[in-house]
T-cell receptor, first 116, second 110 residues
Framework: GAGVSQSPSNKVTEKGKDVELRCDPI?????LYWYRQRLGQGLEFLIY????????KSGLPSDRFSAERTGESVSTLTIQRTQQEDSAVYLC??????????????FGPGTRLTVT | RKEVEQDPGPFNVPEGATVAFNCTYS??????FFWYRQDCRKEPKLLMS?????NEDGRFTAQLNRASQYISLLIRDSKLSDSATYLC???????????WGAGTKLIIKP
């Protein structure tokens, strides 16, 4: 079956513009995660969805970042007024859900965002 | 202190050698542990889970030491294709919060 897909694969934007990143999780996966990974760095947790609700938004770095999920499927991550420090790869992952033992995360290929 | 710490490396290892690295965690209530592998400019992929009794999958062995709060990954008879960054993941007792290490870079040389 299809894996996690993300679009666009690459995005170059000017400082100050808004961007929207999209994630299509594996069908039936109730949990969805967004991460940010800067070059040469580890994964930085941004937000987690269980169904359409986000019980943990603690990782969002500022109020310029927001995310939503609809239909327990597609999720969008929006970055307003982009800054150069937002340049990174944004990774989306999905998993079956919260139950212990079902935490294997399947990652999408990521969106490489470059803010000029 | 970071919640999950890994030696960033790189570990430069000759092909065929055995290599091991650890990942320490600070929350003693952590319940689940995993090793992921990330190739250069690719997304992470699950390598193996880490069970209390240890876990072996071919050339890879993962172990958990709760007393000292670390997990380990041992790779025997290393191959060139093992070159990657190895990320450890620790799940807190809240059941959904995954804490990622920054990764250990492994380079296998011919």
């Amino acid at each position: 079956g299809a894996g996690v897909s993300q679009s666009p694969s690459n995005k170059v934007t000017e400082k100050g513009k808004d961007v929207e990143l999209r994630c299509d999780p594996i069908s039936g996966h109730t949990a969805l995660y967004w991460y940010r990974q800067r070059l040469g760095q580890g994964l930085e947790f941004l937000i987690y969805f269980q169904g359409n609700s986000a019980p943990d938004k603690s990782g969002l770095p500022s109020d310029r970042f927001s995310a939503e999920r609809t239909g327990e499927s597609v999720s969008t991550l929006t970055i307003q007024r982009t800054q150069q420090e937002d340049s990174a790869v944004y990774l989306c992952a999905s998993s079956h859900g919260q139950t212990l033992g079902l935490h294997e995360q399947y990652f999408g290929p990521g969106t490489r965002l470059t803010v000029t | 202190r970071k919640e999950v710490e890994q030696d960033p490396g790189p570990f430069n290892v000759p092909e065929g050698a055995t290599v091991a690295f650890n990942c320490t965690y600070s929350n003693s209530a952590s319940q689940s542990f995993f090793w992921y592998r990330q190739d250069c400019r690719k997304e992470p992929k699950l390598l193996m889970s880490v069970y209390s009794s240890g876990n072996e999958d071919g050339r890879f062995t993962a172990q958990l030491n709760r007393a000292s709060q670390y997990i380990s990954l041992l790779i025997r008879d290393s191959k060139l294709s093992d070159s990657a960054t190895y990320l450890c993941v620790v799940i807190s007792d809240s059941n959904y919060q995954l804490i990622w290490g920054a990764g250990t870079k492994l380079i296998i040389k011919p």
